[in-house]
């Protein structure tokens, strides 16, 4: 497939994860993490933000690969009504979540009000079906999505979770 299948997920450099923790990423822990990537064992997915739990997935990795300084990933399953949420500006950044080894992919967030703490990243986007692929329809509606995403906000306020790394830049 062609380059315009892969979004980009993370850059090299340093960064200050949402829970303050300072997060330096050099190519070899992008090459890290697209090799321990098996979503036969562990499929990170696509979420609202940055979850502390249980909440939906609204796509899947299917695959990671790092183009110079910069990993990228594919998506399977995303449902049409978050296409709509992304195409419509409510979500044009993304955010990778990593467990503290730095090489486990915990989930990859869809942002809207918050920027990432990975500047310089490409907007998400969804056209033509060239950024992310989808496998499967959904019944879901843009309200199901909207009350998710509200959801997965408040716990996120709500909660402080050391477990693992967000890459989202705190204001």
């Not at 822990?29 to 502390?52: C, K, M, R, S, T």
């Not at 959904?138 to 402080?160: C, I, K, P």
Request: hydrophobic residues 35%; charged residues 20%.
């Amino acid at each position: 497939m062609s380059e315009t299948d892969w979004i980009e997920v993370a850059k090299t450099g340093t960064f200050t994860g949402s829970n303050g923790t300072i997060v330096t990423l050099a190519p070899e822990d992008l090459d890290a993490i697209v090799q321990n990537y098996n979503p036969a064992v562990q499929e990170a997915p696509l979420v609202f933000g940055h979850p502390q739990t249980d909440h939906p997935a609204y796509g899947w990795v299917t695959q990671l690969q790092r183009i110079g300084n910069t990993l990228l990933a594919k998506f399977k399953q995303v449902p049409e009504a978050v296409k709509e949420l992304v195409r419509a500006g409510h979500f044009k950044k993304i955010s990778l979540g990593l467990m503290p080894d730095k090489r486990t992919i915990r989930h990859v967030g869809l942002l809207g009000a918050v920027q990432p703490a990975i500047p310089g990243m490409k907007n998400v986007e969804f056209s033509s079906g060239e950024s992310f692929y989808c496998e499967e329809a959904s019944s879901y509606s843009m309200q199901d999505f909207s009350d998710a995403y509200h959801g997965t906000r408040r716990v996120e306020l709500a909660h402080s979770d050391a477990d693992h790394i967000n890459l989202t830049h705190k204001v």
